[in-house]
């Protein structure tokens, strides 16, 4: 049987059915509903987060919390990753605003705080780092750069539903985090996104952008979209929500049994855990020197392919290397481009037994 890097985490069908039931009796299929209501209020809780406003997906919750957050004026610059999904660098350039791309560190591969002040001008607008793997930023170094020079910061946090650091949510961290509920997340709504904030003055701006501009029955009171939430998702999350503390302990067992498989072979680097930080095991990625280990990170996700098993070259290319932005945005970033040529995420998912990952060890070794 195939295994795949990862594979979504559902509920029972008929915890869900009964879940979705009130929706046939009510037929208050979407414009926030009352189970929108519910699983919003429940994920407040279960984040941590003062503030929170749901989304279809998380691309679209980060292009309006650019938006709600004031960022948009002409000729504005924003700090970036490029080791991250091309949503995030997306969001940037669809509102018009130029993305600057900061190189990261080697060890957890998030911004290196140390290279971003070189990068800040009288054009930047905003920090917009990536928490990776499930591993966050240095939230203190770049709140301290942040205030230094009056800039917003808004996080993608799509790997980091869950995590805490310091017995904090990661998402009260910033101006504004964006989660992901994408299918392949280690949370989902199948779709979904949720931008968690502090400042309620962003909850009403937050709430037109995703809703047409729509201000009560009768007015319309600015150029909005739609990005609404439906009920049915909602409920998918309210099922998921309830799993996660199984769900994180499944993955957190494959990723043990990872460690102890691949932990001491040479050339091989592991994802180390991050002090004062509960991760959510979003991501098994494993660097491969082939100068030490043998074989390279190309030759081992096809011996893999051979096999069935599919791993992911995540992230590859570096995103100021796709086409749409290297000619466009070319900084220089070594390390991002390095990590980005080295790295294979395995696979990992709460379903996953740990005989497969055996077998997925005994390939990587053989």
Do not use: W
Not at 111 to 138: F, Q, R, S, W
Not at 229 to 239: I, K, N, Q, V
Request: charged content about 25%; overall charge negative.
């Amino acid at each position: 049987m195939s295994i795949m890097v990862t594979r979504s985490s559902m509920p029972s069908l008929e915890e869900y059915i009964e879940e979705i039931r009130p929706i046939f009796e009510s037929h208050i299929l979407t414009n926030m509903g009352p189970i929108y209501k519910r699983f919003q209020r429940q994920l407040v809780e279960y984040l941590g987060v003062s503030e929170l406003s749901l989304f279809v997906n998380g691309h679209m919750a980060l292009e309006m919390a650019i938006q709600a957050l004031g960022l948009c004026r002409e000729g504005g610059e924003v700090i970036t990753t490029p080791f991250t999904f091309v949503s995030t660098t997306h969001a940037i350039s669809r509102n018009d605003l130029k993305p600057v791309f900061c190189d990261i560190k080697p060890d957890d591969y998030t911004m290196d705080p140390a290279k971003i002040e070189a990068l800040i001008t009288e054009k930047t607008v905003a920090i917009l780092p990536v928490h990776v793997y499930g591993n966050i930023c240095d939230v203190e170094a770049i709140e301290e750069i942040a205030k230094r020079h009056s800039l917003k910061v808004i996080y993608d946090a799509a790997h980091a539903f869950g995590v805490t650091y310091k017995g904090k949510g990661i998402g009260d961290f910033g101006d504004a985090s964006m989660f992901s509920f994408h299918a392949t997340k280690v949370f989902n709504t199948i779709e979904g996104g949720a931008i968690a904030f502090h400042n309620i003055s962003y909850q009403d701006q937050l709430h037109e952008l995703k809703n047409f501009g729509i201000h009560g029955q009768e007015d319309v009171l600015s150029i909005g979209g739609n990005a609404k939430l439906d009920e049915f998702r909602a409920a998918m999350g309210l099922c998921n929500l309830r799993r996660m503390k199984v769900c994180i302990d499944a993955r957190r067992k494959v990723a043990d049994r990872y460690t102890e498989r691949l932990g001491a072979i040479p050339g091989l680097r592991l994802n180390r855990p991050q002090k004062d930080v509960a991760s959510n095991y979003a991501y098994y990625p494993v660097y491969f020197d082939k100068n030490v280990f043998g074989k390279s990170r190309d030759e081992v996700f096809a011996e893999l392919k051979k096999q069935d098993i599919y791993a992911r070259k995540y992230f590859y290319p570096a995103v100021n290397e796709l086409s749409c932005y290297r000619d466009k945005y070319p900084q220089n970033t070594p390390i991002a481009h390095d990590v980005s040529t080295h790295i294979l995420t395995l696979p990992i998912y709460e379903e996953l037994a740990l005989e497969d990952v055996d077998r997925i060890c005994d390939v990587i070794l053989g």
